[in-house]
C-alpha cells in the first residue's frame, strides 16, 4: 500500500468515526427496540400492505393496490400462524377466505376504477376514494355478504359545493369513531389567469380546503371550510372528537370538533397548528 | 351550513416539540395513532416518537439492526401493544411495558 492509498484509507475511517459520532449525538435520548423486546412478529406470505388500525380487538390490513383489505382478530391471528410455516423462526402467515375483503363493488373494474386515496371510515373498514370523487366502502352490516357499496360525493354534496366539482378531489378520510361522522378532506381548486405586462402571462391558481362531513348514513350534514393550504396533504389521522394529522411538512396538526354533532351549525370548530 | 376554520394558538417553544423533522430518519408521510391516555404516537423511518397532548415529547423509541424497512403504519392494541407494519410484508408486536434499552 502506497501513501496516497493510506491516506485515503485514513480519511475515510475518519468520516466513519465522525459519521458515528453524529449518529451517536442526535439518537442520545433514543431507546433501542432490540430483537427479543418485540413481543410477536408476524411475516405476511403475500401482499402489500399500506395500512393498519385496530379497533375492538380487530385488526385491519388494507392492500390498496389489489382493493383489498383483511380484517383479523388478534385471537385469530395467532391461531392462523400457531401451525404455519416459519421462516425465520418466526410465524408466517396466510390469508384465508374468511379474513379477505374485496374493497370496491363488483361494478366497478379497476380499470374505470382510478383509486386516487384511501382511508379508515366509519365502521373500521377501508373506504377508497376514486380520482372521480366516488367512494367505495363496506358496511359493518354488509360484510358478513361481502357486498360493497358505493357513496358518490356529486350526488350527495349541496348544489353549491357541486359547482365545479370536476376540480374536486377527495384527498382523504378520517373516521369519526364515537360520533359516527365521516370526515373527508377535499380540495376545490381556482384557476385565474393574470395579465402582467412586464413579466408576460403570470398563471397563479388559487386553492380552497375544506372538509366535507357526513353522518353514517351517508348524509352530507356539513362543511368546515378555509383549512390551512398544507392539512390537506395530510397523510394520517387519528382520533375520535379530537382529530391529529400529520403532514409531508413533518408538522403535527390538530382539529377539535365540538359539541352537537348531529347538527353542525352548532358546532365549534378549530384548526391549530405546530410549527 | 359553514363553519370556519381558525386558528387559535399562538407558536409556543412547548408546541415547537411538535416539528417533527428535527428528529433523525423520521420522514414523511408519517404514521400516526392515538392511546387511551390521548398520549400521540408518531411512525416514521425507524423510529417512533410519542408527545402528550399538550406537545410534550415524551419518548423515542428507535429500531435497529434487525429492522431493515421503513415503518408504514403504527397502531396501538387495546392492551398497550404496539403494532409496526413494516415494507417487508410484517408486522411487529411490541409490549410497551417492555422497558427498553437507552442508547
Known sequence: MNKSQHLTSISTLLKFLKMDLINRVIDKEAELILPDQIKRYYFFKSGSFEKLWITAGNLCLVEPNSFQYYVL????????????????????????????????????????????????GIDFQPYFVAKSGEIAFNRTDAIMNKKAMQLD??????????????????????????NNKLYVFASREFKNVIE?????????????????????KGKYVGLIDSIPQDLVYETSIAG???????????????????????????????????? | MTLTAETVLEITSEQAKYHLGDHKNLVGPSAIDIDQNGDIYIGGGKQI??????GRHLRTMTFKGHFYSWIKDIALGLNSELFVLSGSKSIYVIDDSVDLIAF
Open chain 2, 49 to 54: 416518537l410519542v408527545f402528550s397532548n399538550n
Open chain 1, 196 to 216: 402582467r405586462q412586464v413579466n408576460g402571462k403570470l398563471r397563479e391558481i388559487y386553492s380552497e380546503k375544506f372538509i366535507c362531513v357526513f353522518n353514517n
Open chain 1, 73 to 120: 382478530n388478534e385471537s385469530e391471528l395467532i391461531e392462523n400462524t400457531k401451525n404455519s410455516r416459519r421462516r425465520g423462526g418466526y410465524p408466517v402467515f396466510e390469508a384465508t377466505e374468511s379474513t379477505l375483503f374485496e374493497g370496491i363493488p363488483n361494478k366497478w373494474s379497476n380499470n374505470s376504477f382510478a383509486l386516487f386515496n384511501f382511508g379508515r
Open chain 1, 153 to 178: 360525493l356529486k350526488e350527495l354534496l349541496p348544489t353549491e359545493i357541486k359547482m365545479g366539482f370536476s376540480d374536486i378531489l377527495a384527498h382523504n378520510i378520517i373516521s369519526a369513531g364515537d
Open chain 1, 240 to 275: 375520535t372528537e379530537n382529530q391529529y394529522a400529520t403532514s409531508p411538512q413533518h408538522q403535527l396538526h390538530y382539529l377539535h370538533t365540538t359539541g352537537n354533532t348531529d347538527n353542525l351549525s352548532n358546532c365549534k370548530s378549530y384548526v391549530t397548528r405546530w410549527h
